[in-house]
């Protein structure tokens, strides 16, 4: 089985600043199982990031995704108010399907 | 565009059977799978299992025994059962575009669409 682990737990950072979020995965995963989410409170996730670093449809440039092999990192490049959230890896396997990371909260400082 | 609704009761008692349904608009149900995916309060995402429109399923091994996705392609409709419920099934239910595709040697799982999400309360 394997466990995403997402890191910080809790990125406190201003508007316009970088973001940069990690996801360790306990095994190799392949890069076109990874993707992002971003979770607002009371709403759904939404698709960020597929494949590891292609952007879903009407997600702004400012969102990129890189890696492979077992650290994969979700970067914003500039802040703004809007991206302040909670932020979900997913990877595919055979064995279990869809996993979810436990999520990296990011808050405004 | 394509748009999901979940629906279905907000309460279930502990041992009974949960029930959803997602209905599918602005598109065909076809040619895709389509997931279950539940959050309980305060935590992270658990994906429950999926169906393509042609039936075929695939479920979480730790909730395999309990869950029963269907598909009725004539409503646009998919439904989530899950069976013996308890106060940790308590959570909010959310249904997804799941598209698997191949490209140049690779296949892409993620999760496009999703619907707004319903809350269950297991309680007595």
């Known amino acids: 089985e394997i466990v995403l682990t997402q890191s910080p737990g809790t990125l406190s950072l201003s508007p316009g600043e970088r973001a940069t979020l990690s996801c360790r995965a306990s095994?190799?995963?392949?890069?076109?199982?990874l993707a992002w989410y971003q979770q607002k409170p009371g709403q759904a996730p939404r698709l960020l990031i597929y494949?590891?670093?292609s952007r879903a449809t009407g997600i702004p440039d400012r969102f990129s995704g890189s890696g492979s092999g077992t650290d994969f990192t979700l970067t914003i490049s500039r802040l703004e108010p809007e991206d302040f959230a909670v932020y979900y890896c997913?990877?595919?396997?055979?064995?279990?399907?869809?996993?979810f990371g436990q999520g990296t909260k990011l808050e405004i400082k | 565009q394509v748009q999901l609704q979940e629906s279905g009761p907000g309460l279930v008692k502990p041992s009974e059977t949960l029930s959803l349904t997602c209905t599918v608009s602005?598109?065909?149900?076809?040619?895709?799978?389509w997931s279950w995916i539940r959050q309980p309060p305060g935590k992270g995402l658990e994906w429950i299992g999926y169906?393509?429109?042609?039936?075929?399923?695939n479920y979480n091994p730790s909730l395999k025994s309990r869950v029963t996705i269907s598909v009725d392609t004539s409503k646009n409709q998919f439904s989530l059962k899950l069976s013996s419920v308890t106060a940790a099934d308590t959570a909010v239910y959310y249904c997804?575009?799941?598209?698997?595709?191949?490209?140049?040697?690779?296949?892409?799982?993620?999760?496009?669409?999703w619907g707004k999400g319903t809350t269950v309360t297991v309680s007595s």
């Open positions: 602005g598109g065909s149900i076809s040619s895709y799978y």
């Open positions: 997804a575009r799941t598209p698997i595709w191949f490209r140049e040697g690779d296949y892409y799982y993620y999760m496009d669409v």
């Open positions: 494949g590891a670093s």
């Open positions: 997913q990877q595919y396997g055979s064995s279990r399907g869809y996993t």
């Open positions: 095994q190799s995963v392949s890069s076109s199982y």
């Open positions: 169906i393509y429109y042609s039936g075929s399923t």
